[in-house]
């Protein structure tokens, strides 16, 4: 089944409808990769010139509610959104905003511990992690050679 013909059965199971807004924003999401909601909004708006910022959130917010889309915190500011399939920990430089991704498994241990201690069962899916990339850490160590 197409996604389009995946998406529409999804909605119409929950008595909603398909719109063209919501097949666009999908679409978006997946061809960005990881956007905030104004970047899935340009987007849109190249063959849509008409679909405003309240539609991409509200498309955006249904389309996580049905599991296609997933969002997450990569610092200071909006949400990205990326297509579900992407499971990865994002590793977010606070100084060059650099994003890199990590296999969630670097997190399984982590991951036992907490949930033996504290009964807690992290999603690694959903994370971001800031801290300082290896570049900046180099560039900060050879400003403090000279």
């Not at 089944?1 to 059965?9: A, E």
Request: charged share 25%; net charge negative; hydrophobic share 35%.
């Amino acid at each position: 089944m197409s996604d389009q013909g995946s998406l529409r059965s999804t909605l119409h199971q929950r008595g909603m409808r398909m719109t063209p807004q919501r097949q666009l924003v999908l679409d978006a999401v997946r061809e960005l990769g990881h956007a905030t909601p104004e970047q899935v909004c340009r987007r849109v708006q190249g063959t849509a010139s008409t679909v405003n910022i309240t539609t991409i959130y509200r498309a955006l917010d249904l389309l996580e509610e049905l599991g296609l889309v997933r969002h997450t915190h990569l610092g200071h500011g909006a949400p990205t959104y990326s297509a579900e399939e992407h499971e990865h920990v994002h590793l977010a430089c606070h100084r060059c905003g650099t994003i890199d991704e990590v296999s969630t498994d670097l997190l399984d241990d982590l991951c036992r511990d907490l949930l033996a201690r504290f009964g807690f069962a992290l999603d690694a899916t959903h994370l971001a992690l800031s801290g300082t990339c290896r570049n900046c850490r180099n560039a900060d160590a050879a400003e403090e050679r000279r």
